[in-house]
């Protein structure tokens, strides 16, 4: 893209006039794009890594990003930003990075994505499979079953990967603007694992389009929209409204929607002097699933807390692992039969002010030149049906496998 201008060697944040489609445009392998529905951010190159190896607790990520701030200010940056993914597993370190120059715009308009719809993605498997396989899925879930009947837990989110690889190295840019262009309300990201890399090595990256805002701070205000509580959508109309309904009144979703409410509650309130709640679910449309979604609104108490602290006071919400958490985390790790990396964990952005944007890492997948790991998860609590869970996991790989031209991917 011609427009973008780089302001010299220390780089830092560039106020642009751009589109958020020339921004879109001018994405190379190795940076991070984050589209949600209020904006658009573009970071090329990497300043410096975090190189951390300690866990992404708050308080460890409180001082880390601090450390960061001082040394881009030092280094020239007035207005430096960290881009990067928090781990499912916060006794992992994350992965965050400030990048040498970044650019933030509006968000896409209908019209552009419209458009961006049409961008041919070619993704060739040469060979897949589903890790674990789909009875060893609904084995695992009668496992978590029994862990609740024993009462040692009250919801557990389980997944499975579909494992893949590809005739070439996948082309991430086609990819992302496909998942952008596909999924409007979602936060669409493609965060690079090597940003130091030039754009001539292999793609290495954490790509998807979440449906679910973890948390935007923008000044003293506070968004969080938590999902829980899931049915496929339906190719007929009226059909699919029945399937929405149906999600609206199910029992079963509600209680696995209210748990995450009063953890995401339990998790914001010592940062906010008040919180306005809804007094119940609202059913939203992704491409393929409806879901049950409640938006928070909150007031920092204390205008220097960052989003991305908030961010980690409040992961793993009981979205991605379950009630309660220590129980739920122990179960996930007897059972899933891999390692969740960043997927179930956080994407997103934090500039120097605290304002950014988190995005909770589900619907995605790792990419790694021409192999390709996707994720999907359901939520767990009595009364769930291993077969009905596998379908919902199977329709939450589709996001990405829409994206990559993949729909007829059998995914049970
Ligand atoms: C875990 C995932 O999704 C989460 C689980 C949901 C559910 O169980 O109903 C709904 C939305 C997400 O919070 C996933 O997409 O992999």
């Known amino acids: 893209m011609s427009s973008i201008m780089f302001d010299g060697e220390s780089g830092g944040h560039t106020a642009v006039q751009d589109t958020p489609m020339d921004l879109i445009e001018s994405f190379q392998l190795n940076d991070f794009l984050f589209s949600s529905p209020h904006r658009t951010l573009l970071a090329k190159g990497c300043l410096f890594n975090a190189h951390s190896n300690r866990p992404a607790t708050p308080e460890t990520l409180d001082e880390q990003v601090s450390a960061l701030f001082s040394r881009a200010r030092r280094e020239g940056q007035t207005n430096p930003v960290v881009v990067g993914a928090l781990p499912f597993d916060t006794t992992q370190p994350a992965h965050l990075y400030v990048p040498k120059h970044w650019f933030e715009t509006s968000a896409l308009s209908l019209e552009a994505r419209h458009d961006l719809s049409r961008t041919p993605v070619r993704v060739t498997p040469t060979e897949h499979a589903l890790f674990p396989r789909p009875q060893g899925y609904r084995d695992g879930v009668e496992q978590a079953l029994e862990a609740m009947r024993q009462g040692r837990v009250e919801k557990i989110v389980l997944a499975r990967t579909l494992e893949m690889n590809t005739d070439q190295s996948v082309d991430l840019k086609p990819l992302i603007k496909r998942l952008i262009a596909i999924n409007p309300r979602g936060y669409s990201f493609s965060l690079p694992m090597t940003p130091e890399q030039p754009d001539s090595a292999p793609a290495h990256a954490f790509i998807g389009a979440s449906p679910e805002l973890l948390v935007r701070r923008e000044g003293n205000q506070v968004i969080v929209n938590p999902l829980a509580g899931s049915i496929p959508r339906h190719s007929d109309e009226s059909e699919d409204q029945r399937r929405a309904s149906e999600l609206a009144a199910s029992d079963k979703d509600r209680r696995e929607h209210a748990l995450v409410i009063d953890a995401v509650i339990d998790g914001l309130s010592p940062y906010c002097a008040h919180l306005d709640i809804p007094d119940g679910p609202s059913v939203i449309g992704t491409d393929t699933l409806w ?78 030149d021409t192999h390709v790991r996707l994720y999907a998860g359901a939520g767990l609590v009595p009364g769930s049906d291993p077969q009905k869970e596998l379908v919902e996991t199977g329709t939450k790989l589709k996001t990405m496998l829409n994206a990559m031209g993949l729909d007829a991917l059998n995914t049970l």
Request: hydrophobic letters at 40%; aromatic letters at 8%; glycine letters at 8%.
């Open 291 to 368: 879901h049950l979604s409640t938006t928070i609104v909150g007031e920092l108490k204390d205008p220097d807390t960052t989003s991305l602290e908030l961010a980690a006071a409040m992961h793993p919400t009981p979205a991605v692992c379950g009630h309660a958490r220590q129980a739920a985390y122990q179960a996930i790790h007897d059972i899933e039969p891999f390692k969740r990396g960043y997927f179930a964990g956080a994407v997103g952005w934090c500039d120097s002010e605290g304002n950014g944007e988190w995005s909770v890492a589900i619907r995605c997948a790792d990419v790694h």
